[in-house]
C-alpha cells in the first residue's frame, strides 16, 4: 500500500507541471511587455498608456478564466445514482453480467436515463459503484465519474466538464485574445530590433522572444478554440464528436442538439451579461439533458409524451422543435414514460 501511496503522490505532482509552465510563461510574457517594451522600449508616454491598459485588460481577463478552469471541482453524479446497499450487494454476488443488468434496470426505472452502452445495456461505472447519467463519463487521470465530461486537459491539470466548460472556453478566448494583443503591438519593435533600427539593449532579446512565443501560441490556440466553439454549436462535448452517444434507437451525434441558439444558452446560460465572464451560468445540473431523437425508427409505436393533469403547463416543452423531430425529454415523467415503453419492447 505504502508504494501506491508514494506513486500517487508523485503523479499528482508531476500533473502540475504543464501548469507551472504556463505560469511561468505568462509571469515572463507579463515583464516582458511591461517593463521591457512599454517602459524601456516605447518612446511614446500616450502609446505606453493604450498599450498598458488593453494588456491589463486581457491579462485579468485570462488570469481569472485560467484560474476557474483549474480549481474549479469536476461535477459528480448525485446520490440518487448510486445503487441501494442491498441492490449493490447484490449486484457484487452477481456472476452473470444478465442479472446485473437486471438489477441495474430496475434500479434505473426512474432516473432520467436516455443514453445506452452500445449493446443496450444501462451504463454503470464498476469503479465508482454508480449509475451514469446521461454525458457522464469516468475519468481516469481523476478517478472519478464527471458530469458531461469532455476531456481531462493536463494544461489545467483537470477534467473539463460540466463544472468548469464554460470557463474553459473563455480561457482559451481570452489566451487568444492575449496572444494576439501581444504580437499585435509588438510586431513594429520586432522588425525594427531585427533591423538594428534600435539599439541592441536588454530588451531586444524579450522583445523578438515575444512576439515567436505569442504568435506560436496563437497559432495552436486559434485552433483548439474554433473546434470547441463547433462543439458548443452542435452541443457535443469532445467524447462525442468521437463517438456518438447511443440511444433506445441507436447511435445519434445529433441527440442532444436542440438548434444553434440554445446550444449557445446550454453552456453559457440565458442571460448574455455574464457571458463573457469567468462566472457560471450553465443551464441545468449536469444530471439530465433535453434530448430529441431524430432517427426513430418507424415500425416502432409512437411514445406519447404527455404531461400529467396536476402538471403546469411550464413543466412542458409548448412546441416541438421541428415538424419531423420528438419533443424536448426535460423531465422526469419523460424520463418514466421512455423507460416504460422500452421494457414493454423488450418483453
Keep these: 500500500m505504502a508504494p501506491t ?8 505532482g508531476l500533473a502540475w507541471i504543464p501548469v507551472i509552465f504556463i505560469a511561468l510563461v505568462v509571469c515572463w510574457s507579463y515583464y516582458a511587455y511591461v517593463v521591457e517594451l512599454c517602459i524601456f522600449t516605447i518612446p511614446s508616454i500616450a502609446e505606453k498608456i493604450i498599450y498598458m491598459v488593453f494588456f491589463h485588460l486581457s491579462f485579468v481577463m485570462f488570469v481569472w478564466s485560467y484560474w476557474k478552469t483549474i480549481f474549479t471541482r469536476p461535477a459528480n453524479p448525485s446520490k440518487e445514482f448510486c445503487l441501494p446497499k442491498a441492490e449493490k450487494e447484490q449486484y457484487v454476488k452477481e456472476e452473470r453480467p444478465e442479472s446485473q443488468q437486471e438489477i441495474l434496470w430496475r434500479a434505473a426505472a426512474n432516473l432520467p436515463l436516455y443514453t445506452r452502452t452500445g449493446a443496450g445495456a444501462i451504463r454503470y461505472c464498476d469503479r465508482c459503484q454508480v449509475i451514469k447519467p446521461d454525458r457522464c463519463h469516468h475519468c481516469s487521470a481523476c478517478d472519478m465519474c464527471v458530469l458531461k465530461m469532455d476531456h481531462h486537459c493536463p494544461w489545467v491539470n483537470n477534467c473539463v466538464g460540466f463544472s468548469n466548460y ?5 480561457f482559451l478566448c481570452y489566451s487568444l485574445v492575449y496572444c494576439l494583443f501581444i504580437a499585435a503591438t509588438v510586431l513594429q519593435y520586432f522588425i525594427k530590433f531585427w533591423t538594428n533600427e534600435l539599439p541592441d539593449t536588454h530588451a531586444k532579446f524579450h522583445v523578438l522572444f515575444l512576439f515567436f512565443v505569442a504568435a506560436m501560441f496563437c497559432i495552436s490556440i486559434l485552433s483548439l478554440f474554433s473546434y470547441h466553439l463547433w462543439l458548443v454549436g452542435k452541443n457535443r462535448s469532445t467524447i462525442e464528436a468521437f463517438r456518438a452517444p447511443v ?11 436542440l438548434g444553434f441558439g440554445k446550444n449557445i444558452a446550454h453552456v453559457f446560460g440565458d442571460q448574455k451579461k455574464f457571458w463573457l ?28 409524451l404527455q404531461p400529467e393533469a396536476n402538471k403546469s403547463i411550464e413543466d412542458v416543452p409548448a412546441s416541438p422543435l421541428s415538424e419531423s423531430q420528438n419533443h424536448l425529454l426535460g423531465n422526469e415523467q ?4 421512455v423507460t416504460e415503453h422500452l421494457e414493454n419492447d423488450n418483453l
Excluded at 445540473?285 to 431524430?294: H, M, N, Q, Y
Excluded at 419523460?334 to 414514460?337: S, Y
Design 5 to 12: 501511496h508514494v506513486l500517487r503522490c508523485c503523479q499528482r
Design 166 to 170: 464554460k470557463f474553459f472556453i473563455l
Design 247 to 257: 440511444f433506445r434507437t441507436g447511435s445519434d451525434k445529433n441527440g442532444f442538439s
Design 277 to 304: 465572464l469567468p462566472i457560471f451560468t450553465s443551464q441545468g445540473d449536469g444530471l439530465k439533458f433535453p434530448s430529441r431523437l431524430v432517427n426513430i425508427d418507424p415500425e416502432q409505436p409512437t411514445v406519447s
Design 334 to 337: 419523460h424520463a418514466n414514460n
